[in-house]
Structure formats: C-alpha cells, structure tokens
C-alpha cells in the first residue's frame, strides 16, 4: 500500500496546487478525484489494480503531511501501515492510516476525511468530452525546449499553442515586448486554429511526473494529458483561460 500511496501524492501533490484529494473504492475499482485550489487543472486517476483497503469513499487532506509521513525511513519493509475503519451509522467506513514500526517504537496515524465533507471539498466534475484536434506523445527533447523558454521568459505565467504548417509551436510573451517561441512537437495530425492561455507551472509540473504520457488538445479550449505511472493512470484536464 506505500507504493500506492506514495503514487498517489506525487501525481497530484506533486503538481504544487494540490492538498486534498477523494478516494471512491469498490472492490472492482479504485479512483481518485482532485481539483487544484485556483481551479488550473482537474485530476482524475484509477489505480490499475483495486485495494481493498480502500473501499469506500473518503479524502485525504494535508497532503504534505502524508508525504512527511511517508518519508520516514523508519517505515520500512517491515513496517505496519494500514488502513484502520471505524463503523458509523451502522457502515463500516475508513478513519485513519496508523503507521507502525515492527517493533512499534516510532507510531503515526493520519486522519481521513469522511465522505460527506470529501464530497464536498472535491465536487464531482461530469466534463462532457470534446474532440481533440492534436493527440502526440511528448518527446524528452521538447519537454526541455519548454523548460528553457519558460526559464527564459519567467515572467510568464501562460503560454500559447498554435500549428504552423504541422508543427505545434509554443509561443510565449509579446512581440512587442519579450518573446521567445520553439517547435514542441514536429509533424501533428490537425490544426489549432483559436489562441487559448495555458498555464505554464502546471503544464510543466505534470510533464514533469513520472510514467508515459499523452497530450491532447482541442481547438475548443481543453488539454488532458495522460500519465500511465505503472500503478495508476491519472488523467489532468487543464481548461483554457483567457489572459
């Protein structure tokens, strides 16, 4: 379960705009829901495999807290971490993860959520579907163009996407001022033809998690990117904005 865990956190912790996150389990499926605090980016994940420990619908808050946790070296391959369930009204319901070195010198438990404020926190979002115009695996090398230009024009905090002539270029600041452009992905299938602002931070910080990856873009104004980690695939859905 730490590896679980731990996947959990760095693929939406991980994106620096993410403290909460809801958890529905079943025995036939695990998923995970999040939504970042200023609304950039909506996160949906299911595990490859489902835990049992997580049956039911529960949130984990403070994040950072959990990731501490974790950390600890103490909480070996010999360590006690499990799920710990309590019954209320009559439905026995996850409470806390208890944390246990073997010899049970070194303890923690870390509060769940319940159901009903998770709901809350993290509303459900039904996102109707689109057709997306440009679908492309990122390459490493265009992944490191973006990291230098958005080095480069740090003053930035979104970035365009257009197609010239099949190749999808990002484009930052203003000619009129300081610019800087660079091919990100030669030799796409389809066009943009609307300018939409992205949000550079969490653009880069989900290209910078772990796993394989997908992008797809719709003329529309909505990017998903797919990243399979080996132990779930998460789902990010960037909406556009205008700047």
Known sequence: MKDNLQDLI????????????????TDTE?????????????????L???????????????????????????????????ITRVSKDGVDVPSTI?????????????????????EEKVKSVTFKGTAWNVEFEPTIAGIQRLKKQASANSEE????????????KINFGDPSTHSGNFVFQSMVTGTLNK??????????????????????????????ITVDSGLATYRYLLPANAK
């Open 10 to 25: 760095q693929h939406t912790h991980g994106l620096g705009c993410i403290e909460l996150i809801k958890v529905s389990g």
């Open 30 to 46: 695990t998923t995970v829901n999040a939504v970042a605090e200023d609304k950039s980016v909506i996160v949906s994940g299911v």
């Open 48 to 82: 490859k495999h489902p835990r049992v420990e997580f049956i039911g619908v529960f949130g984990m808050p403070n994040l950072g807290k959990l990731k501490t946790i974790l950390g600890f070296d103490d909480y070996d391959e010999n360590a006690k971490i499990n």
């Open 98 to 118: 208890h944390f246990e070195t073997k010899d049970g010198s070194f303890v923690n438990d870390y509060r769940l959520m319940s159901k009903a404020i998770a």
């Open 157 to 168: 905090e979104h970035f365009t996407m257009t197609t010239v002539n099949g190749d999808l």
């Open 195 to 224: 300018t939409w602002n992205w949000p550079v931070k969490v653009f880069m910080a989900i290209l910078d998690l772990p796993g394989d990856k997908t992008i797809k873009i719709a003329d529309a104004g909505a990017t998903e």
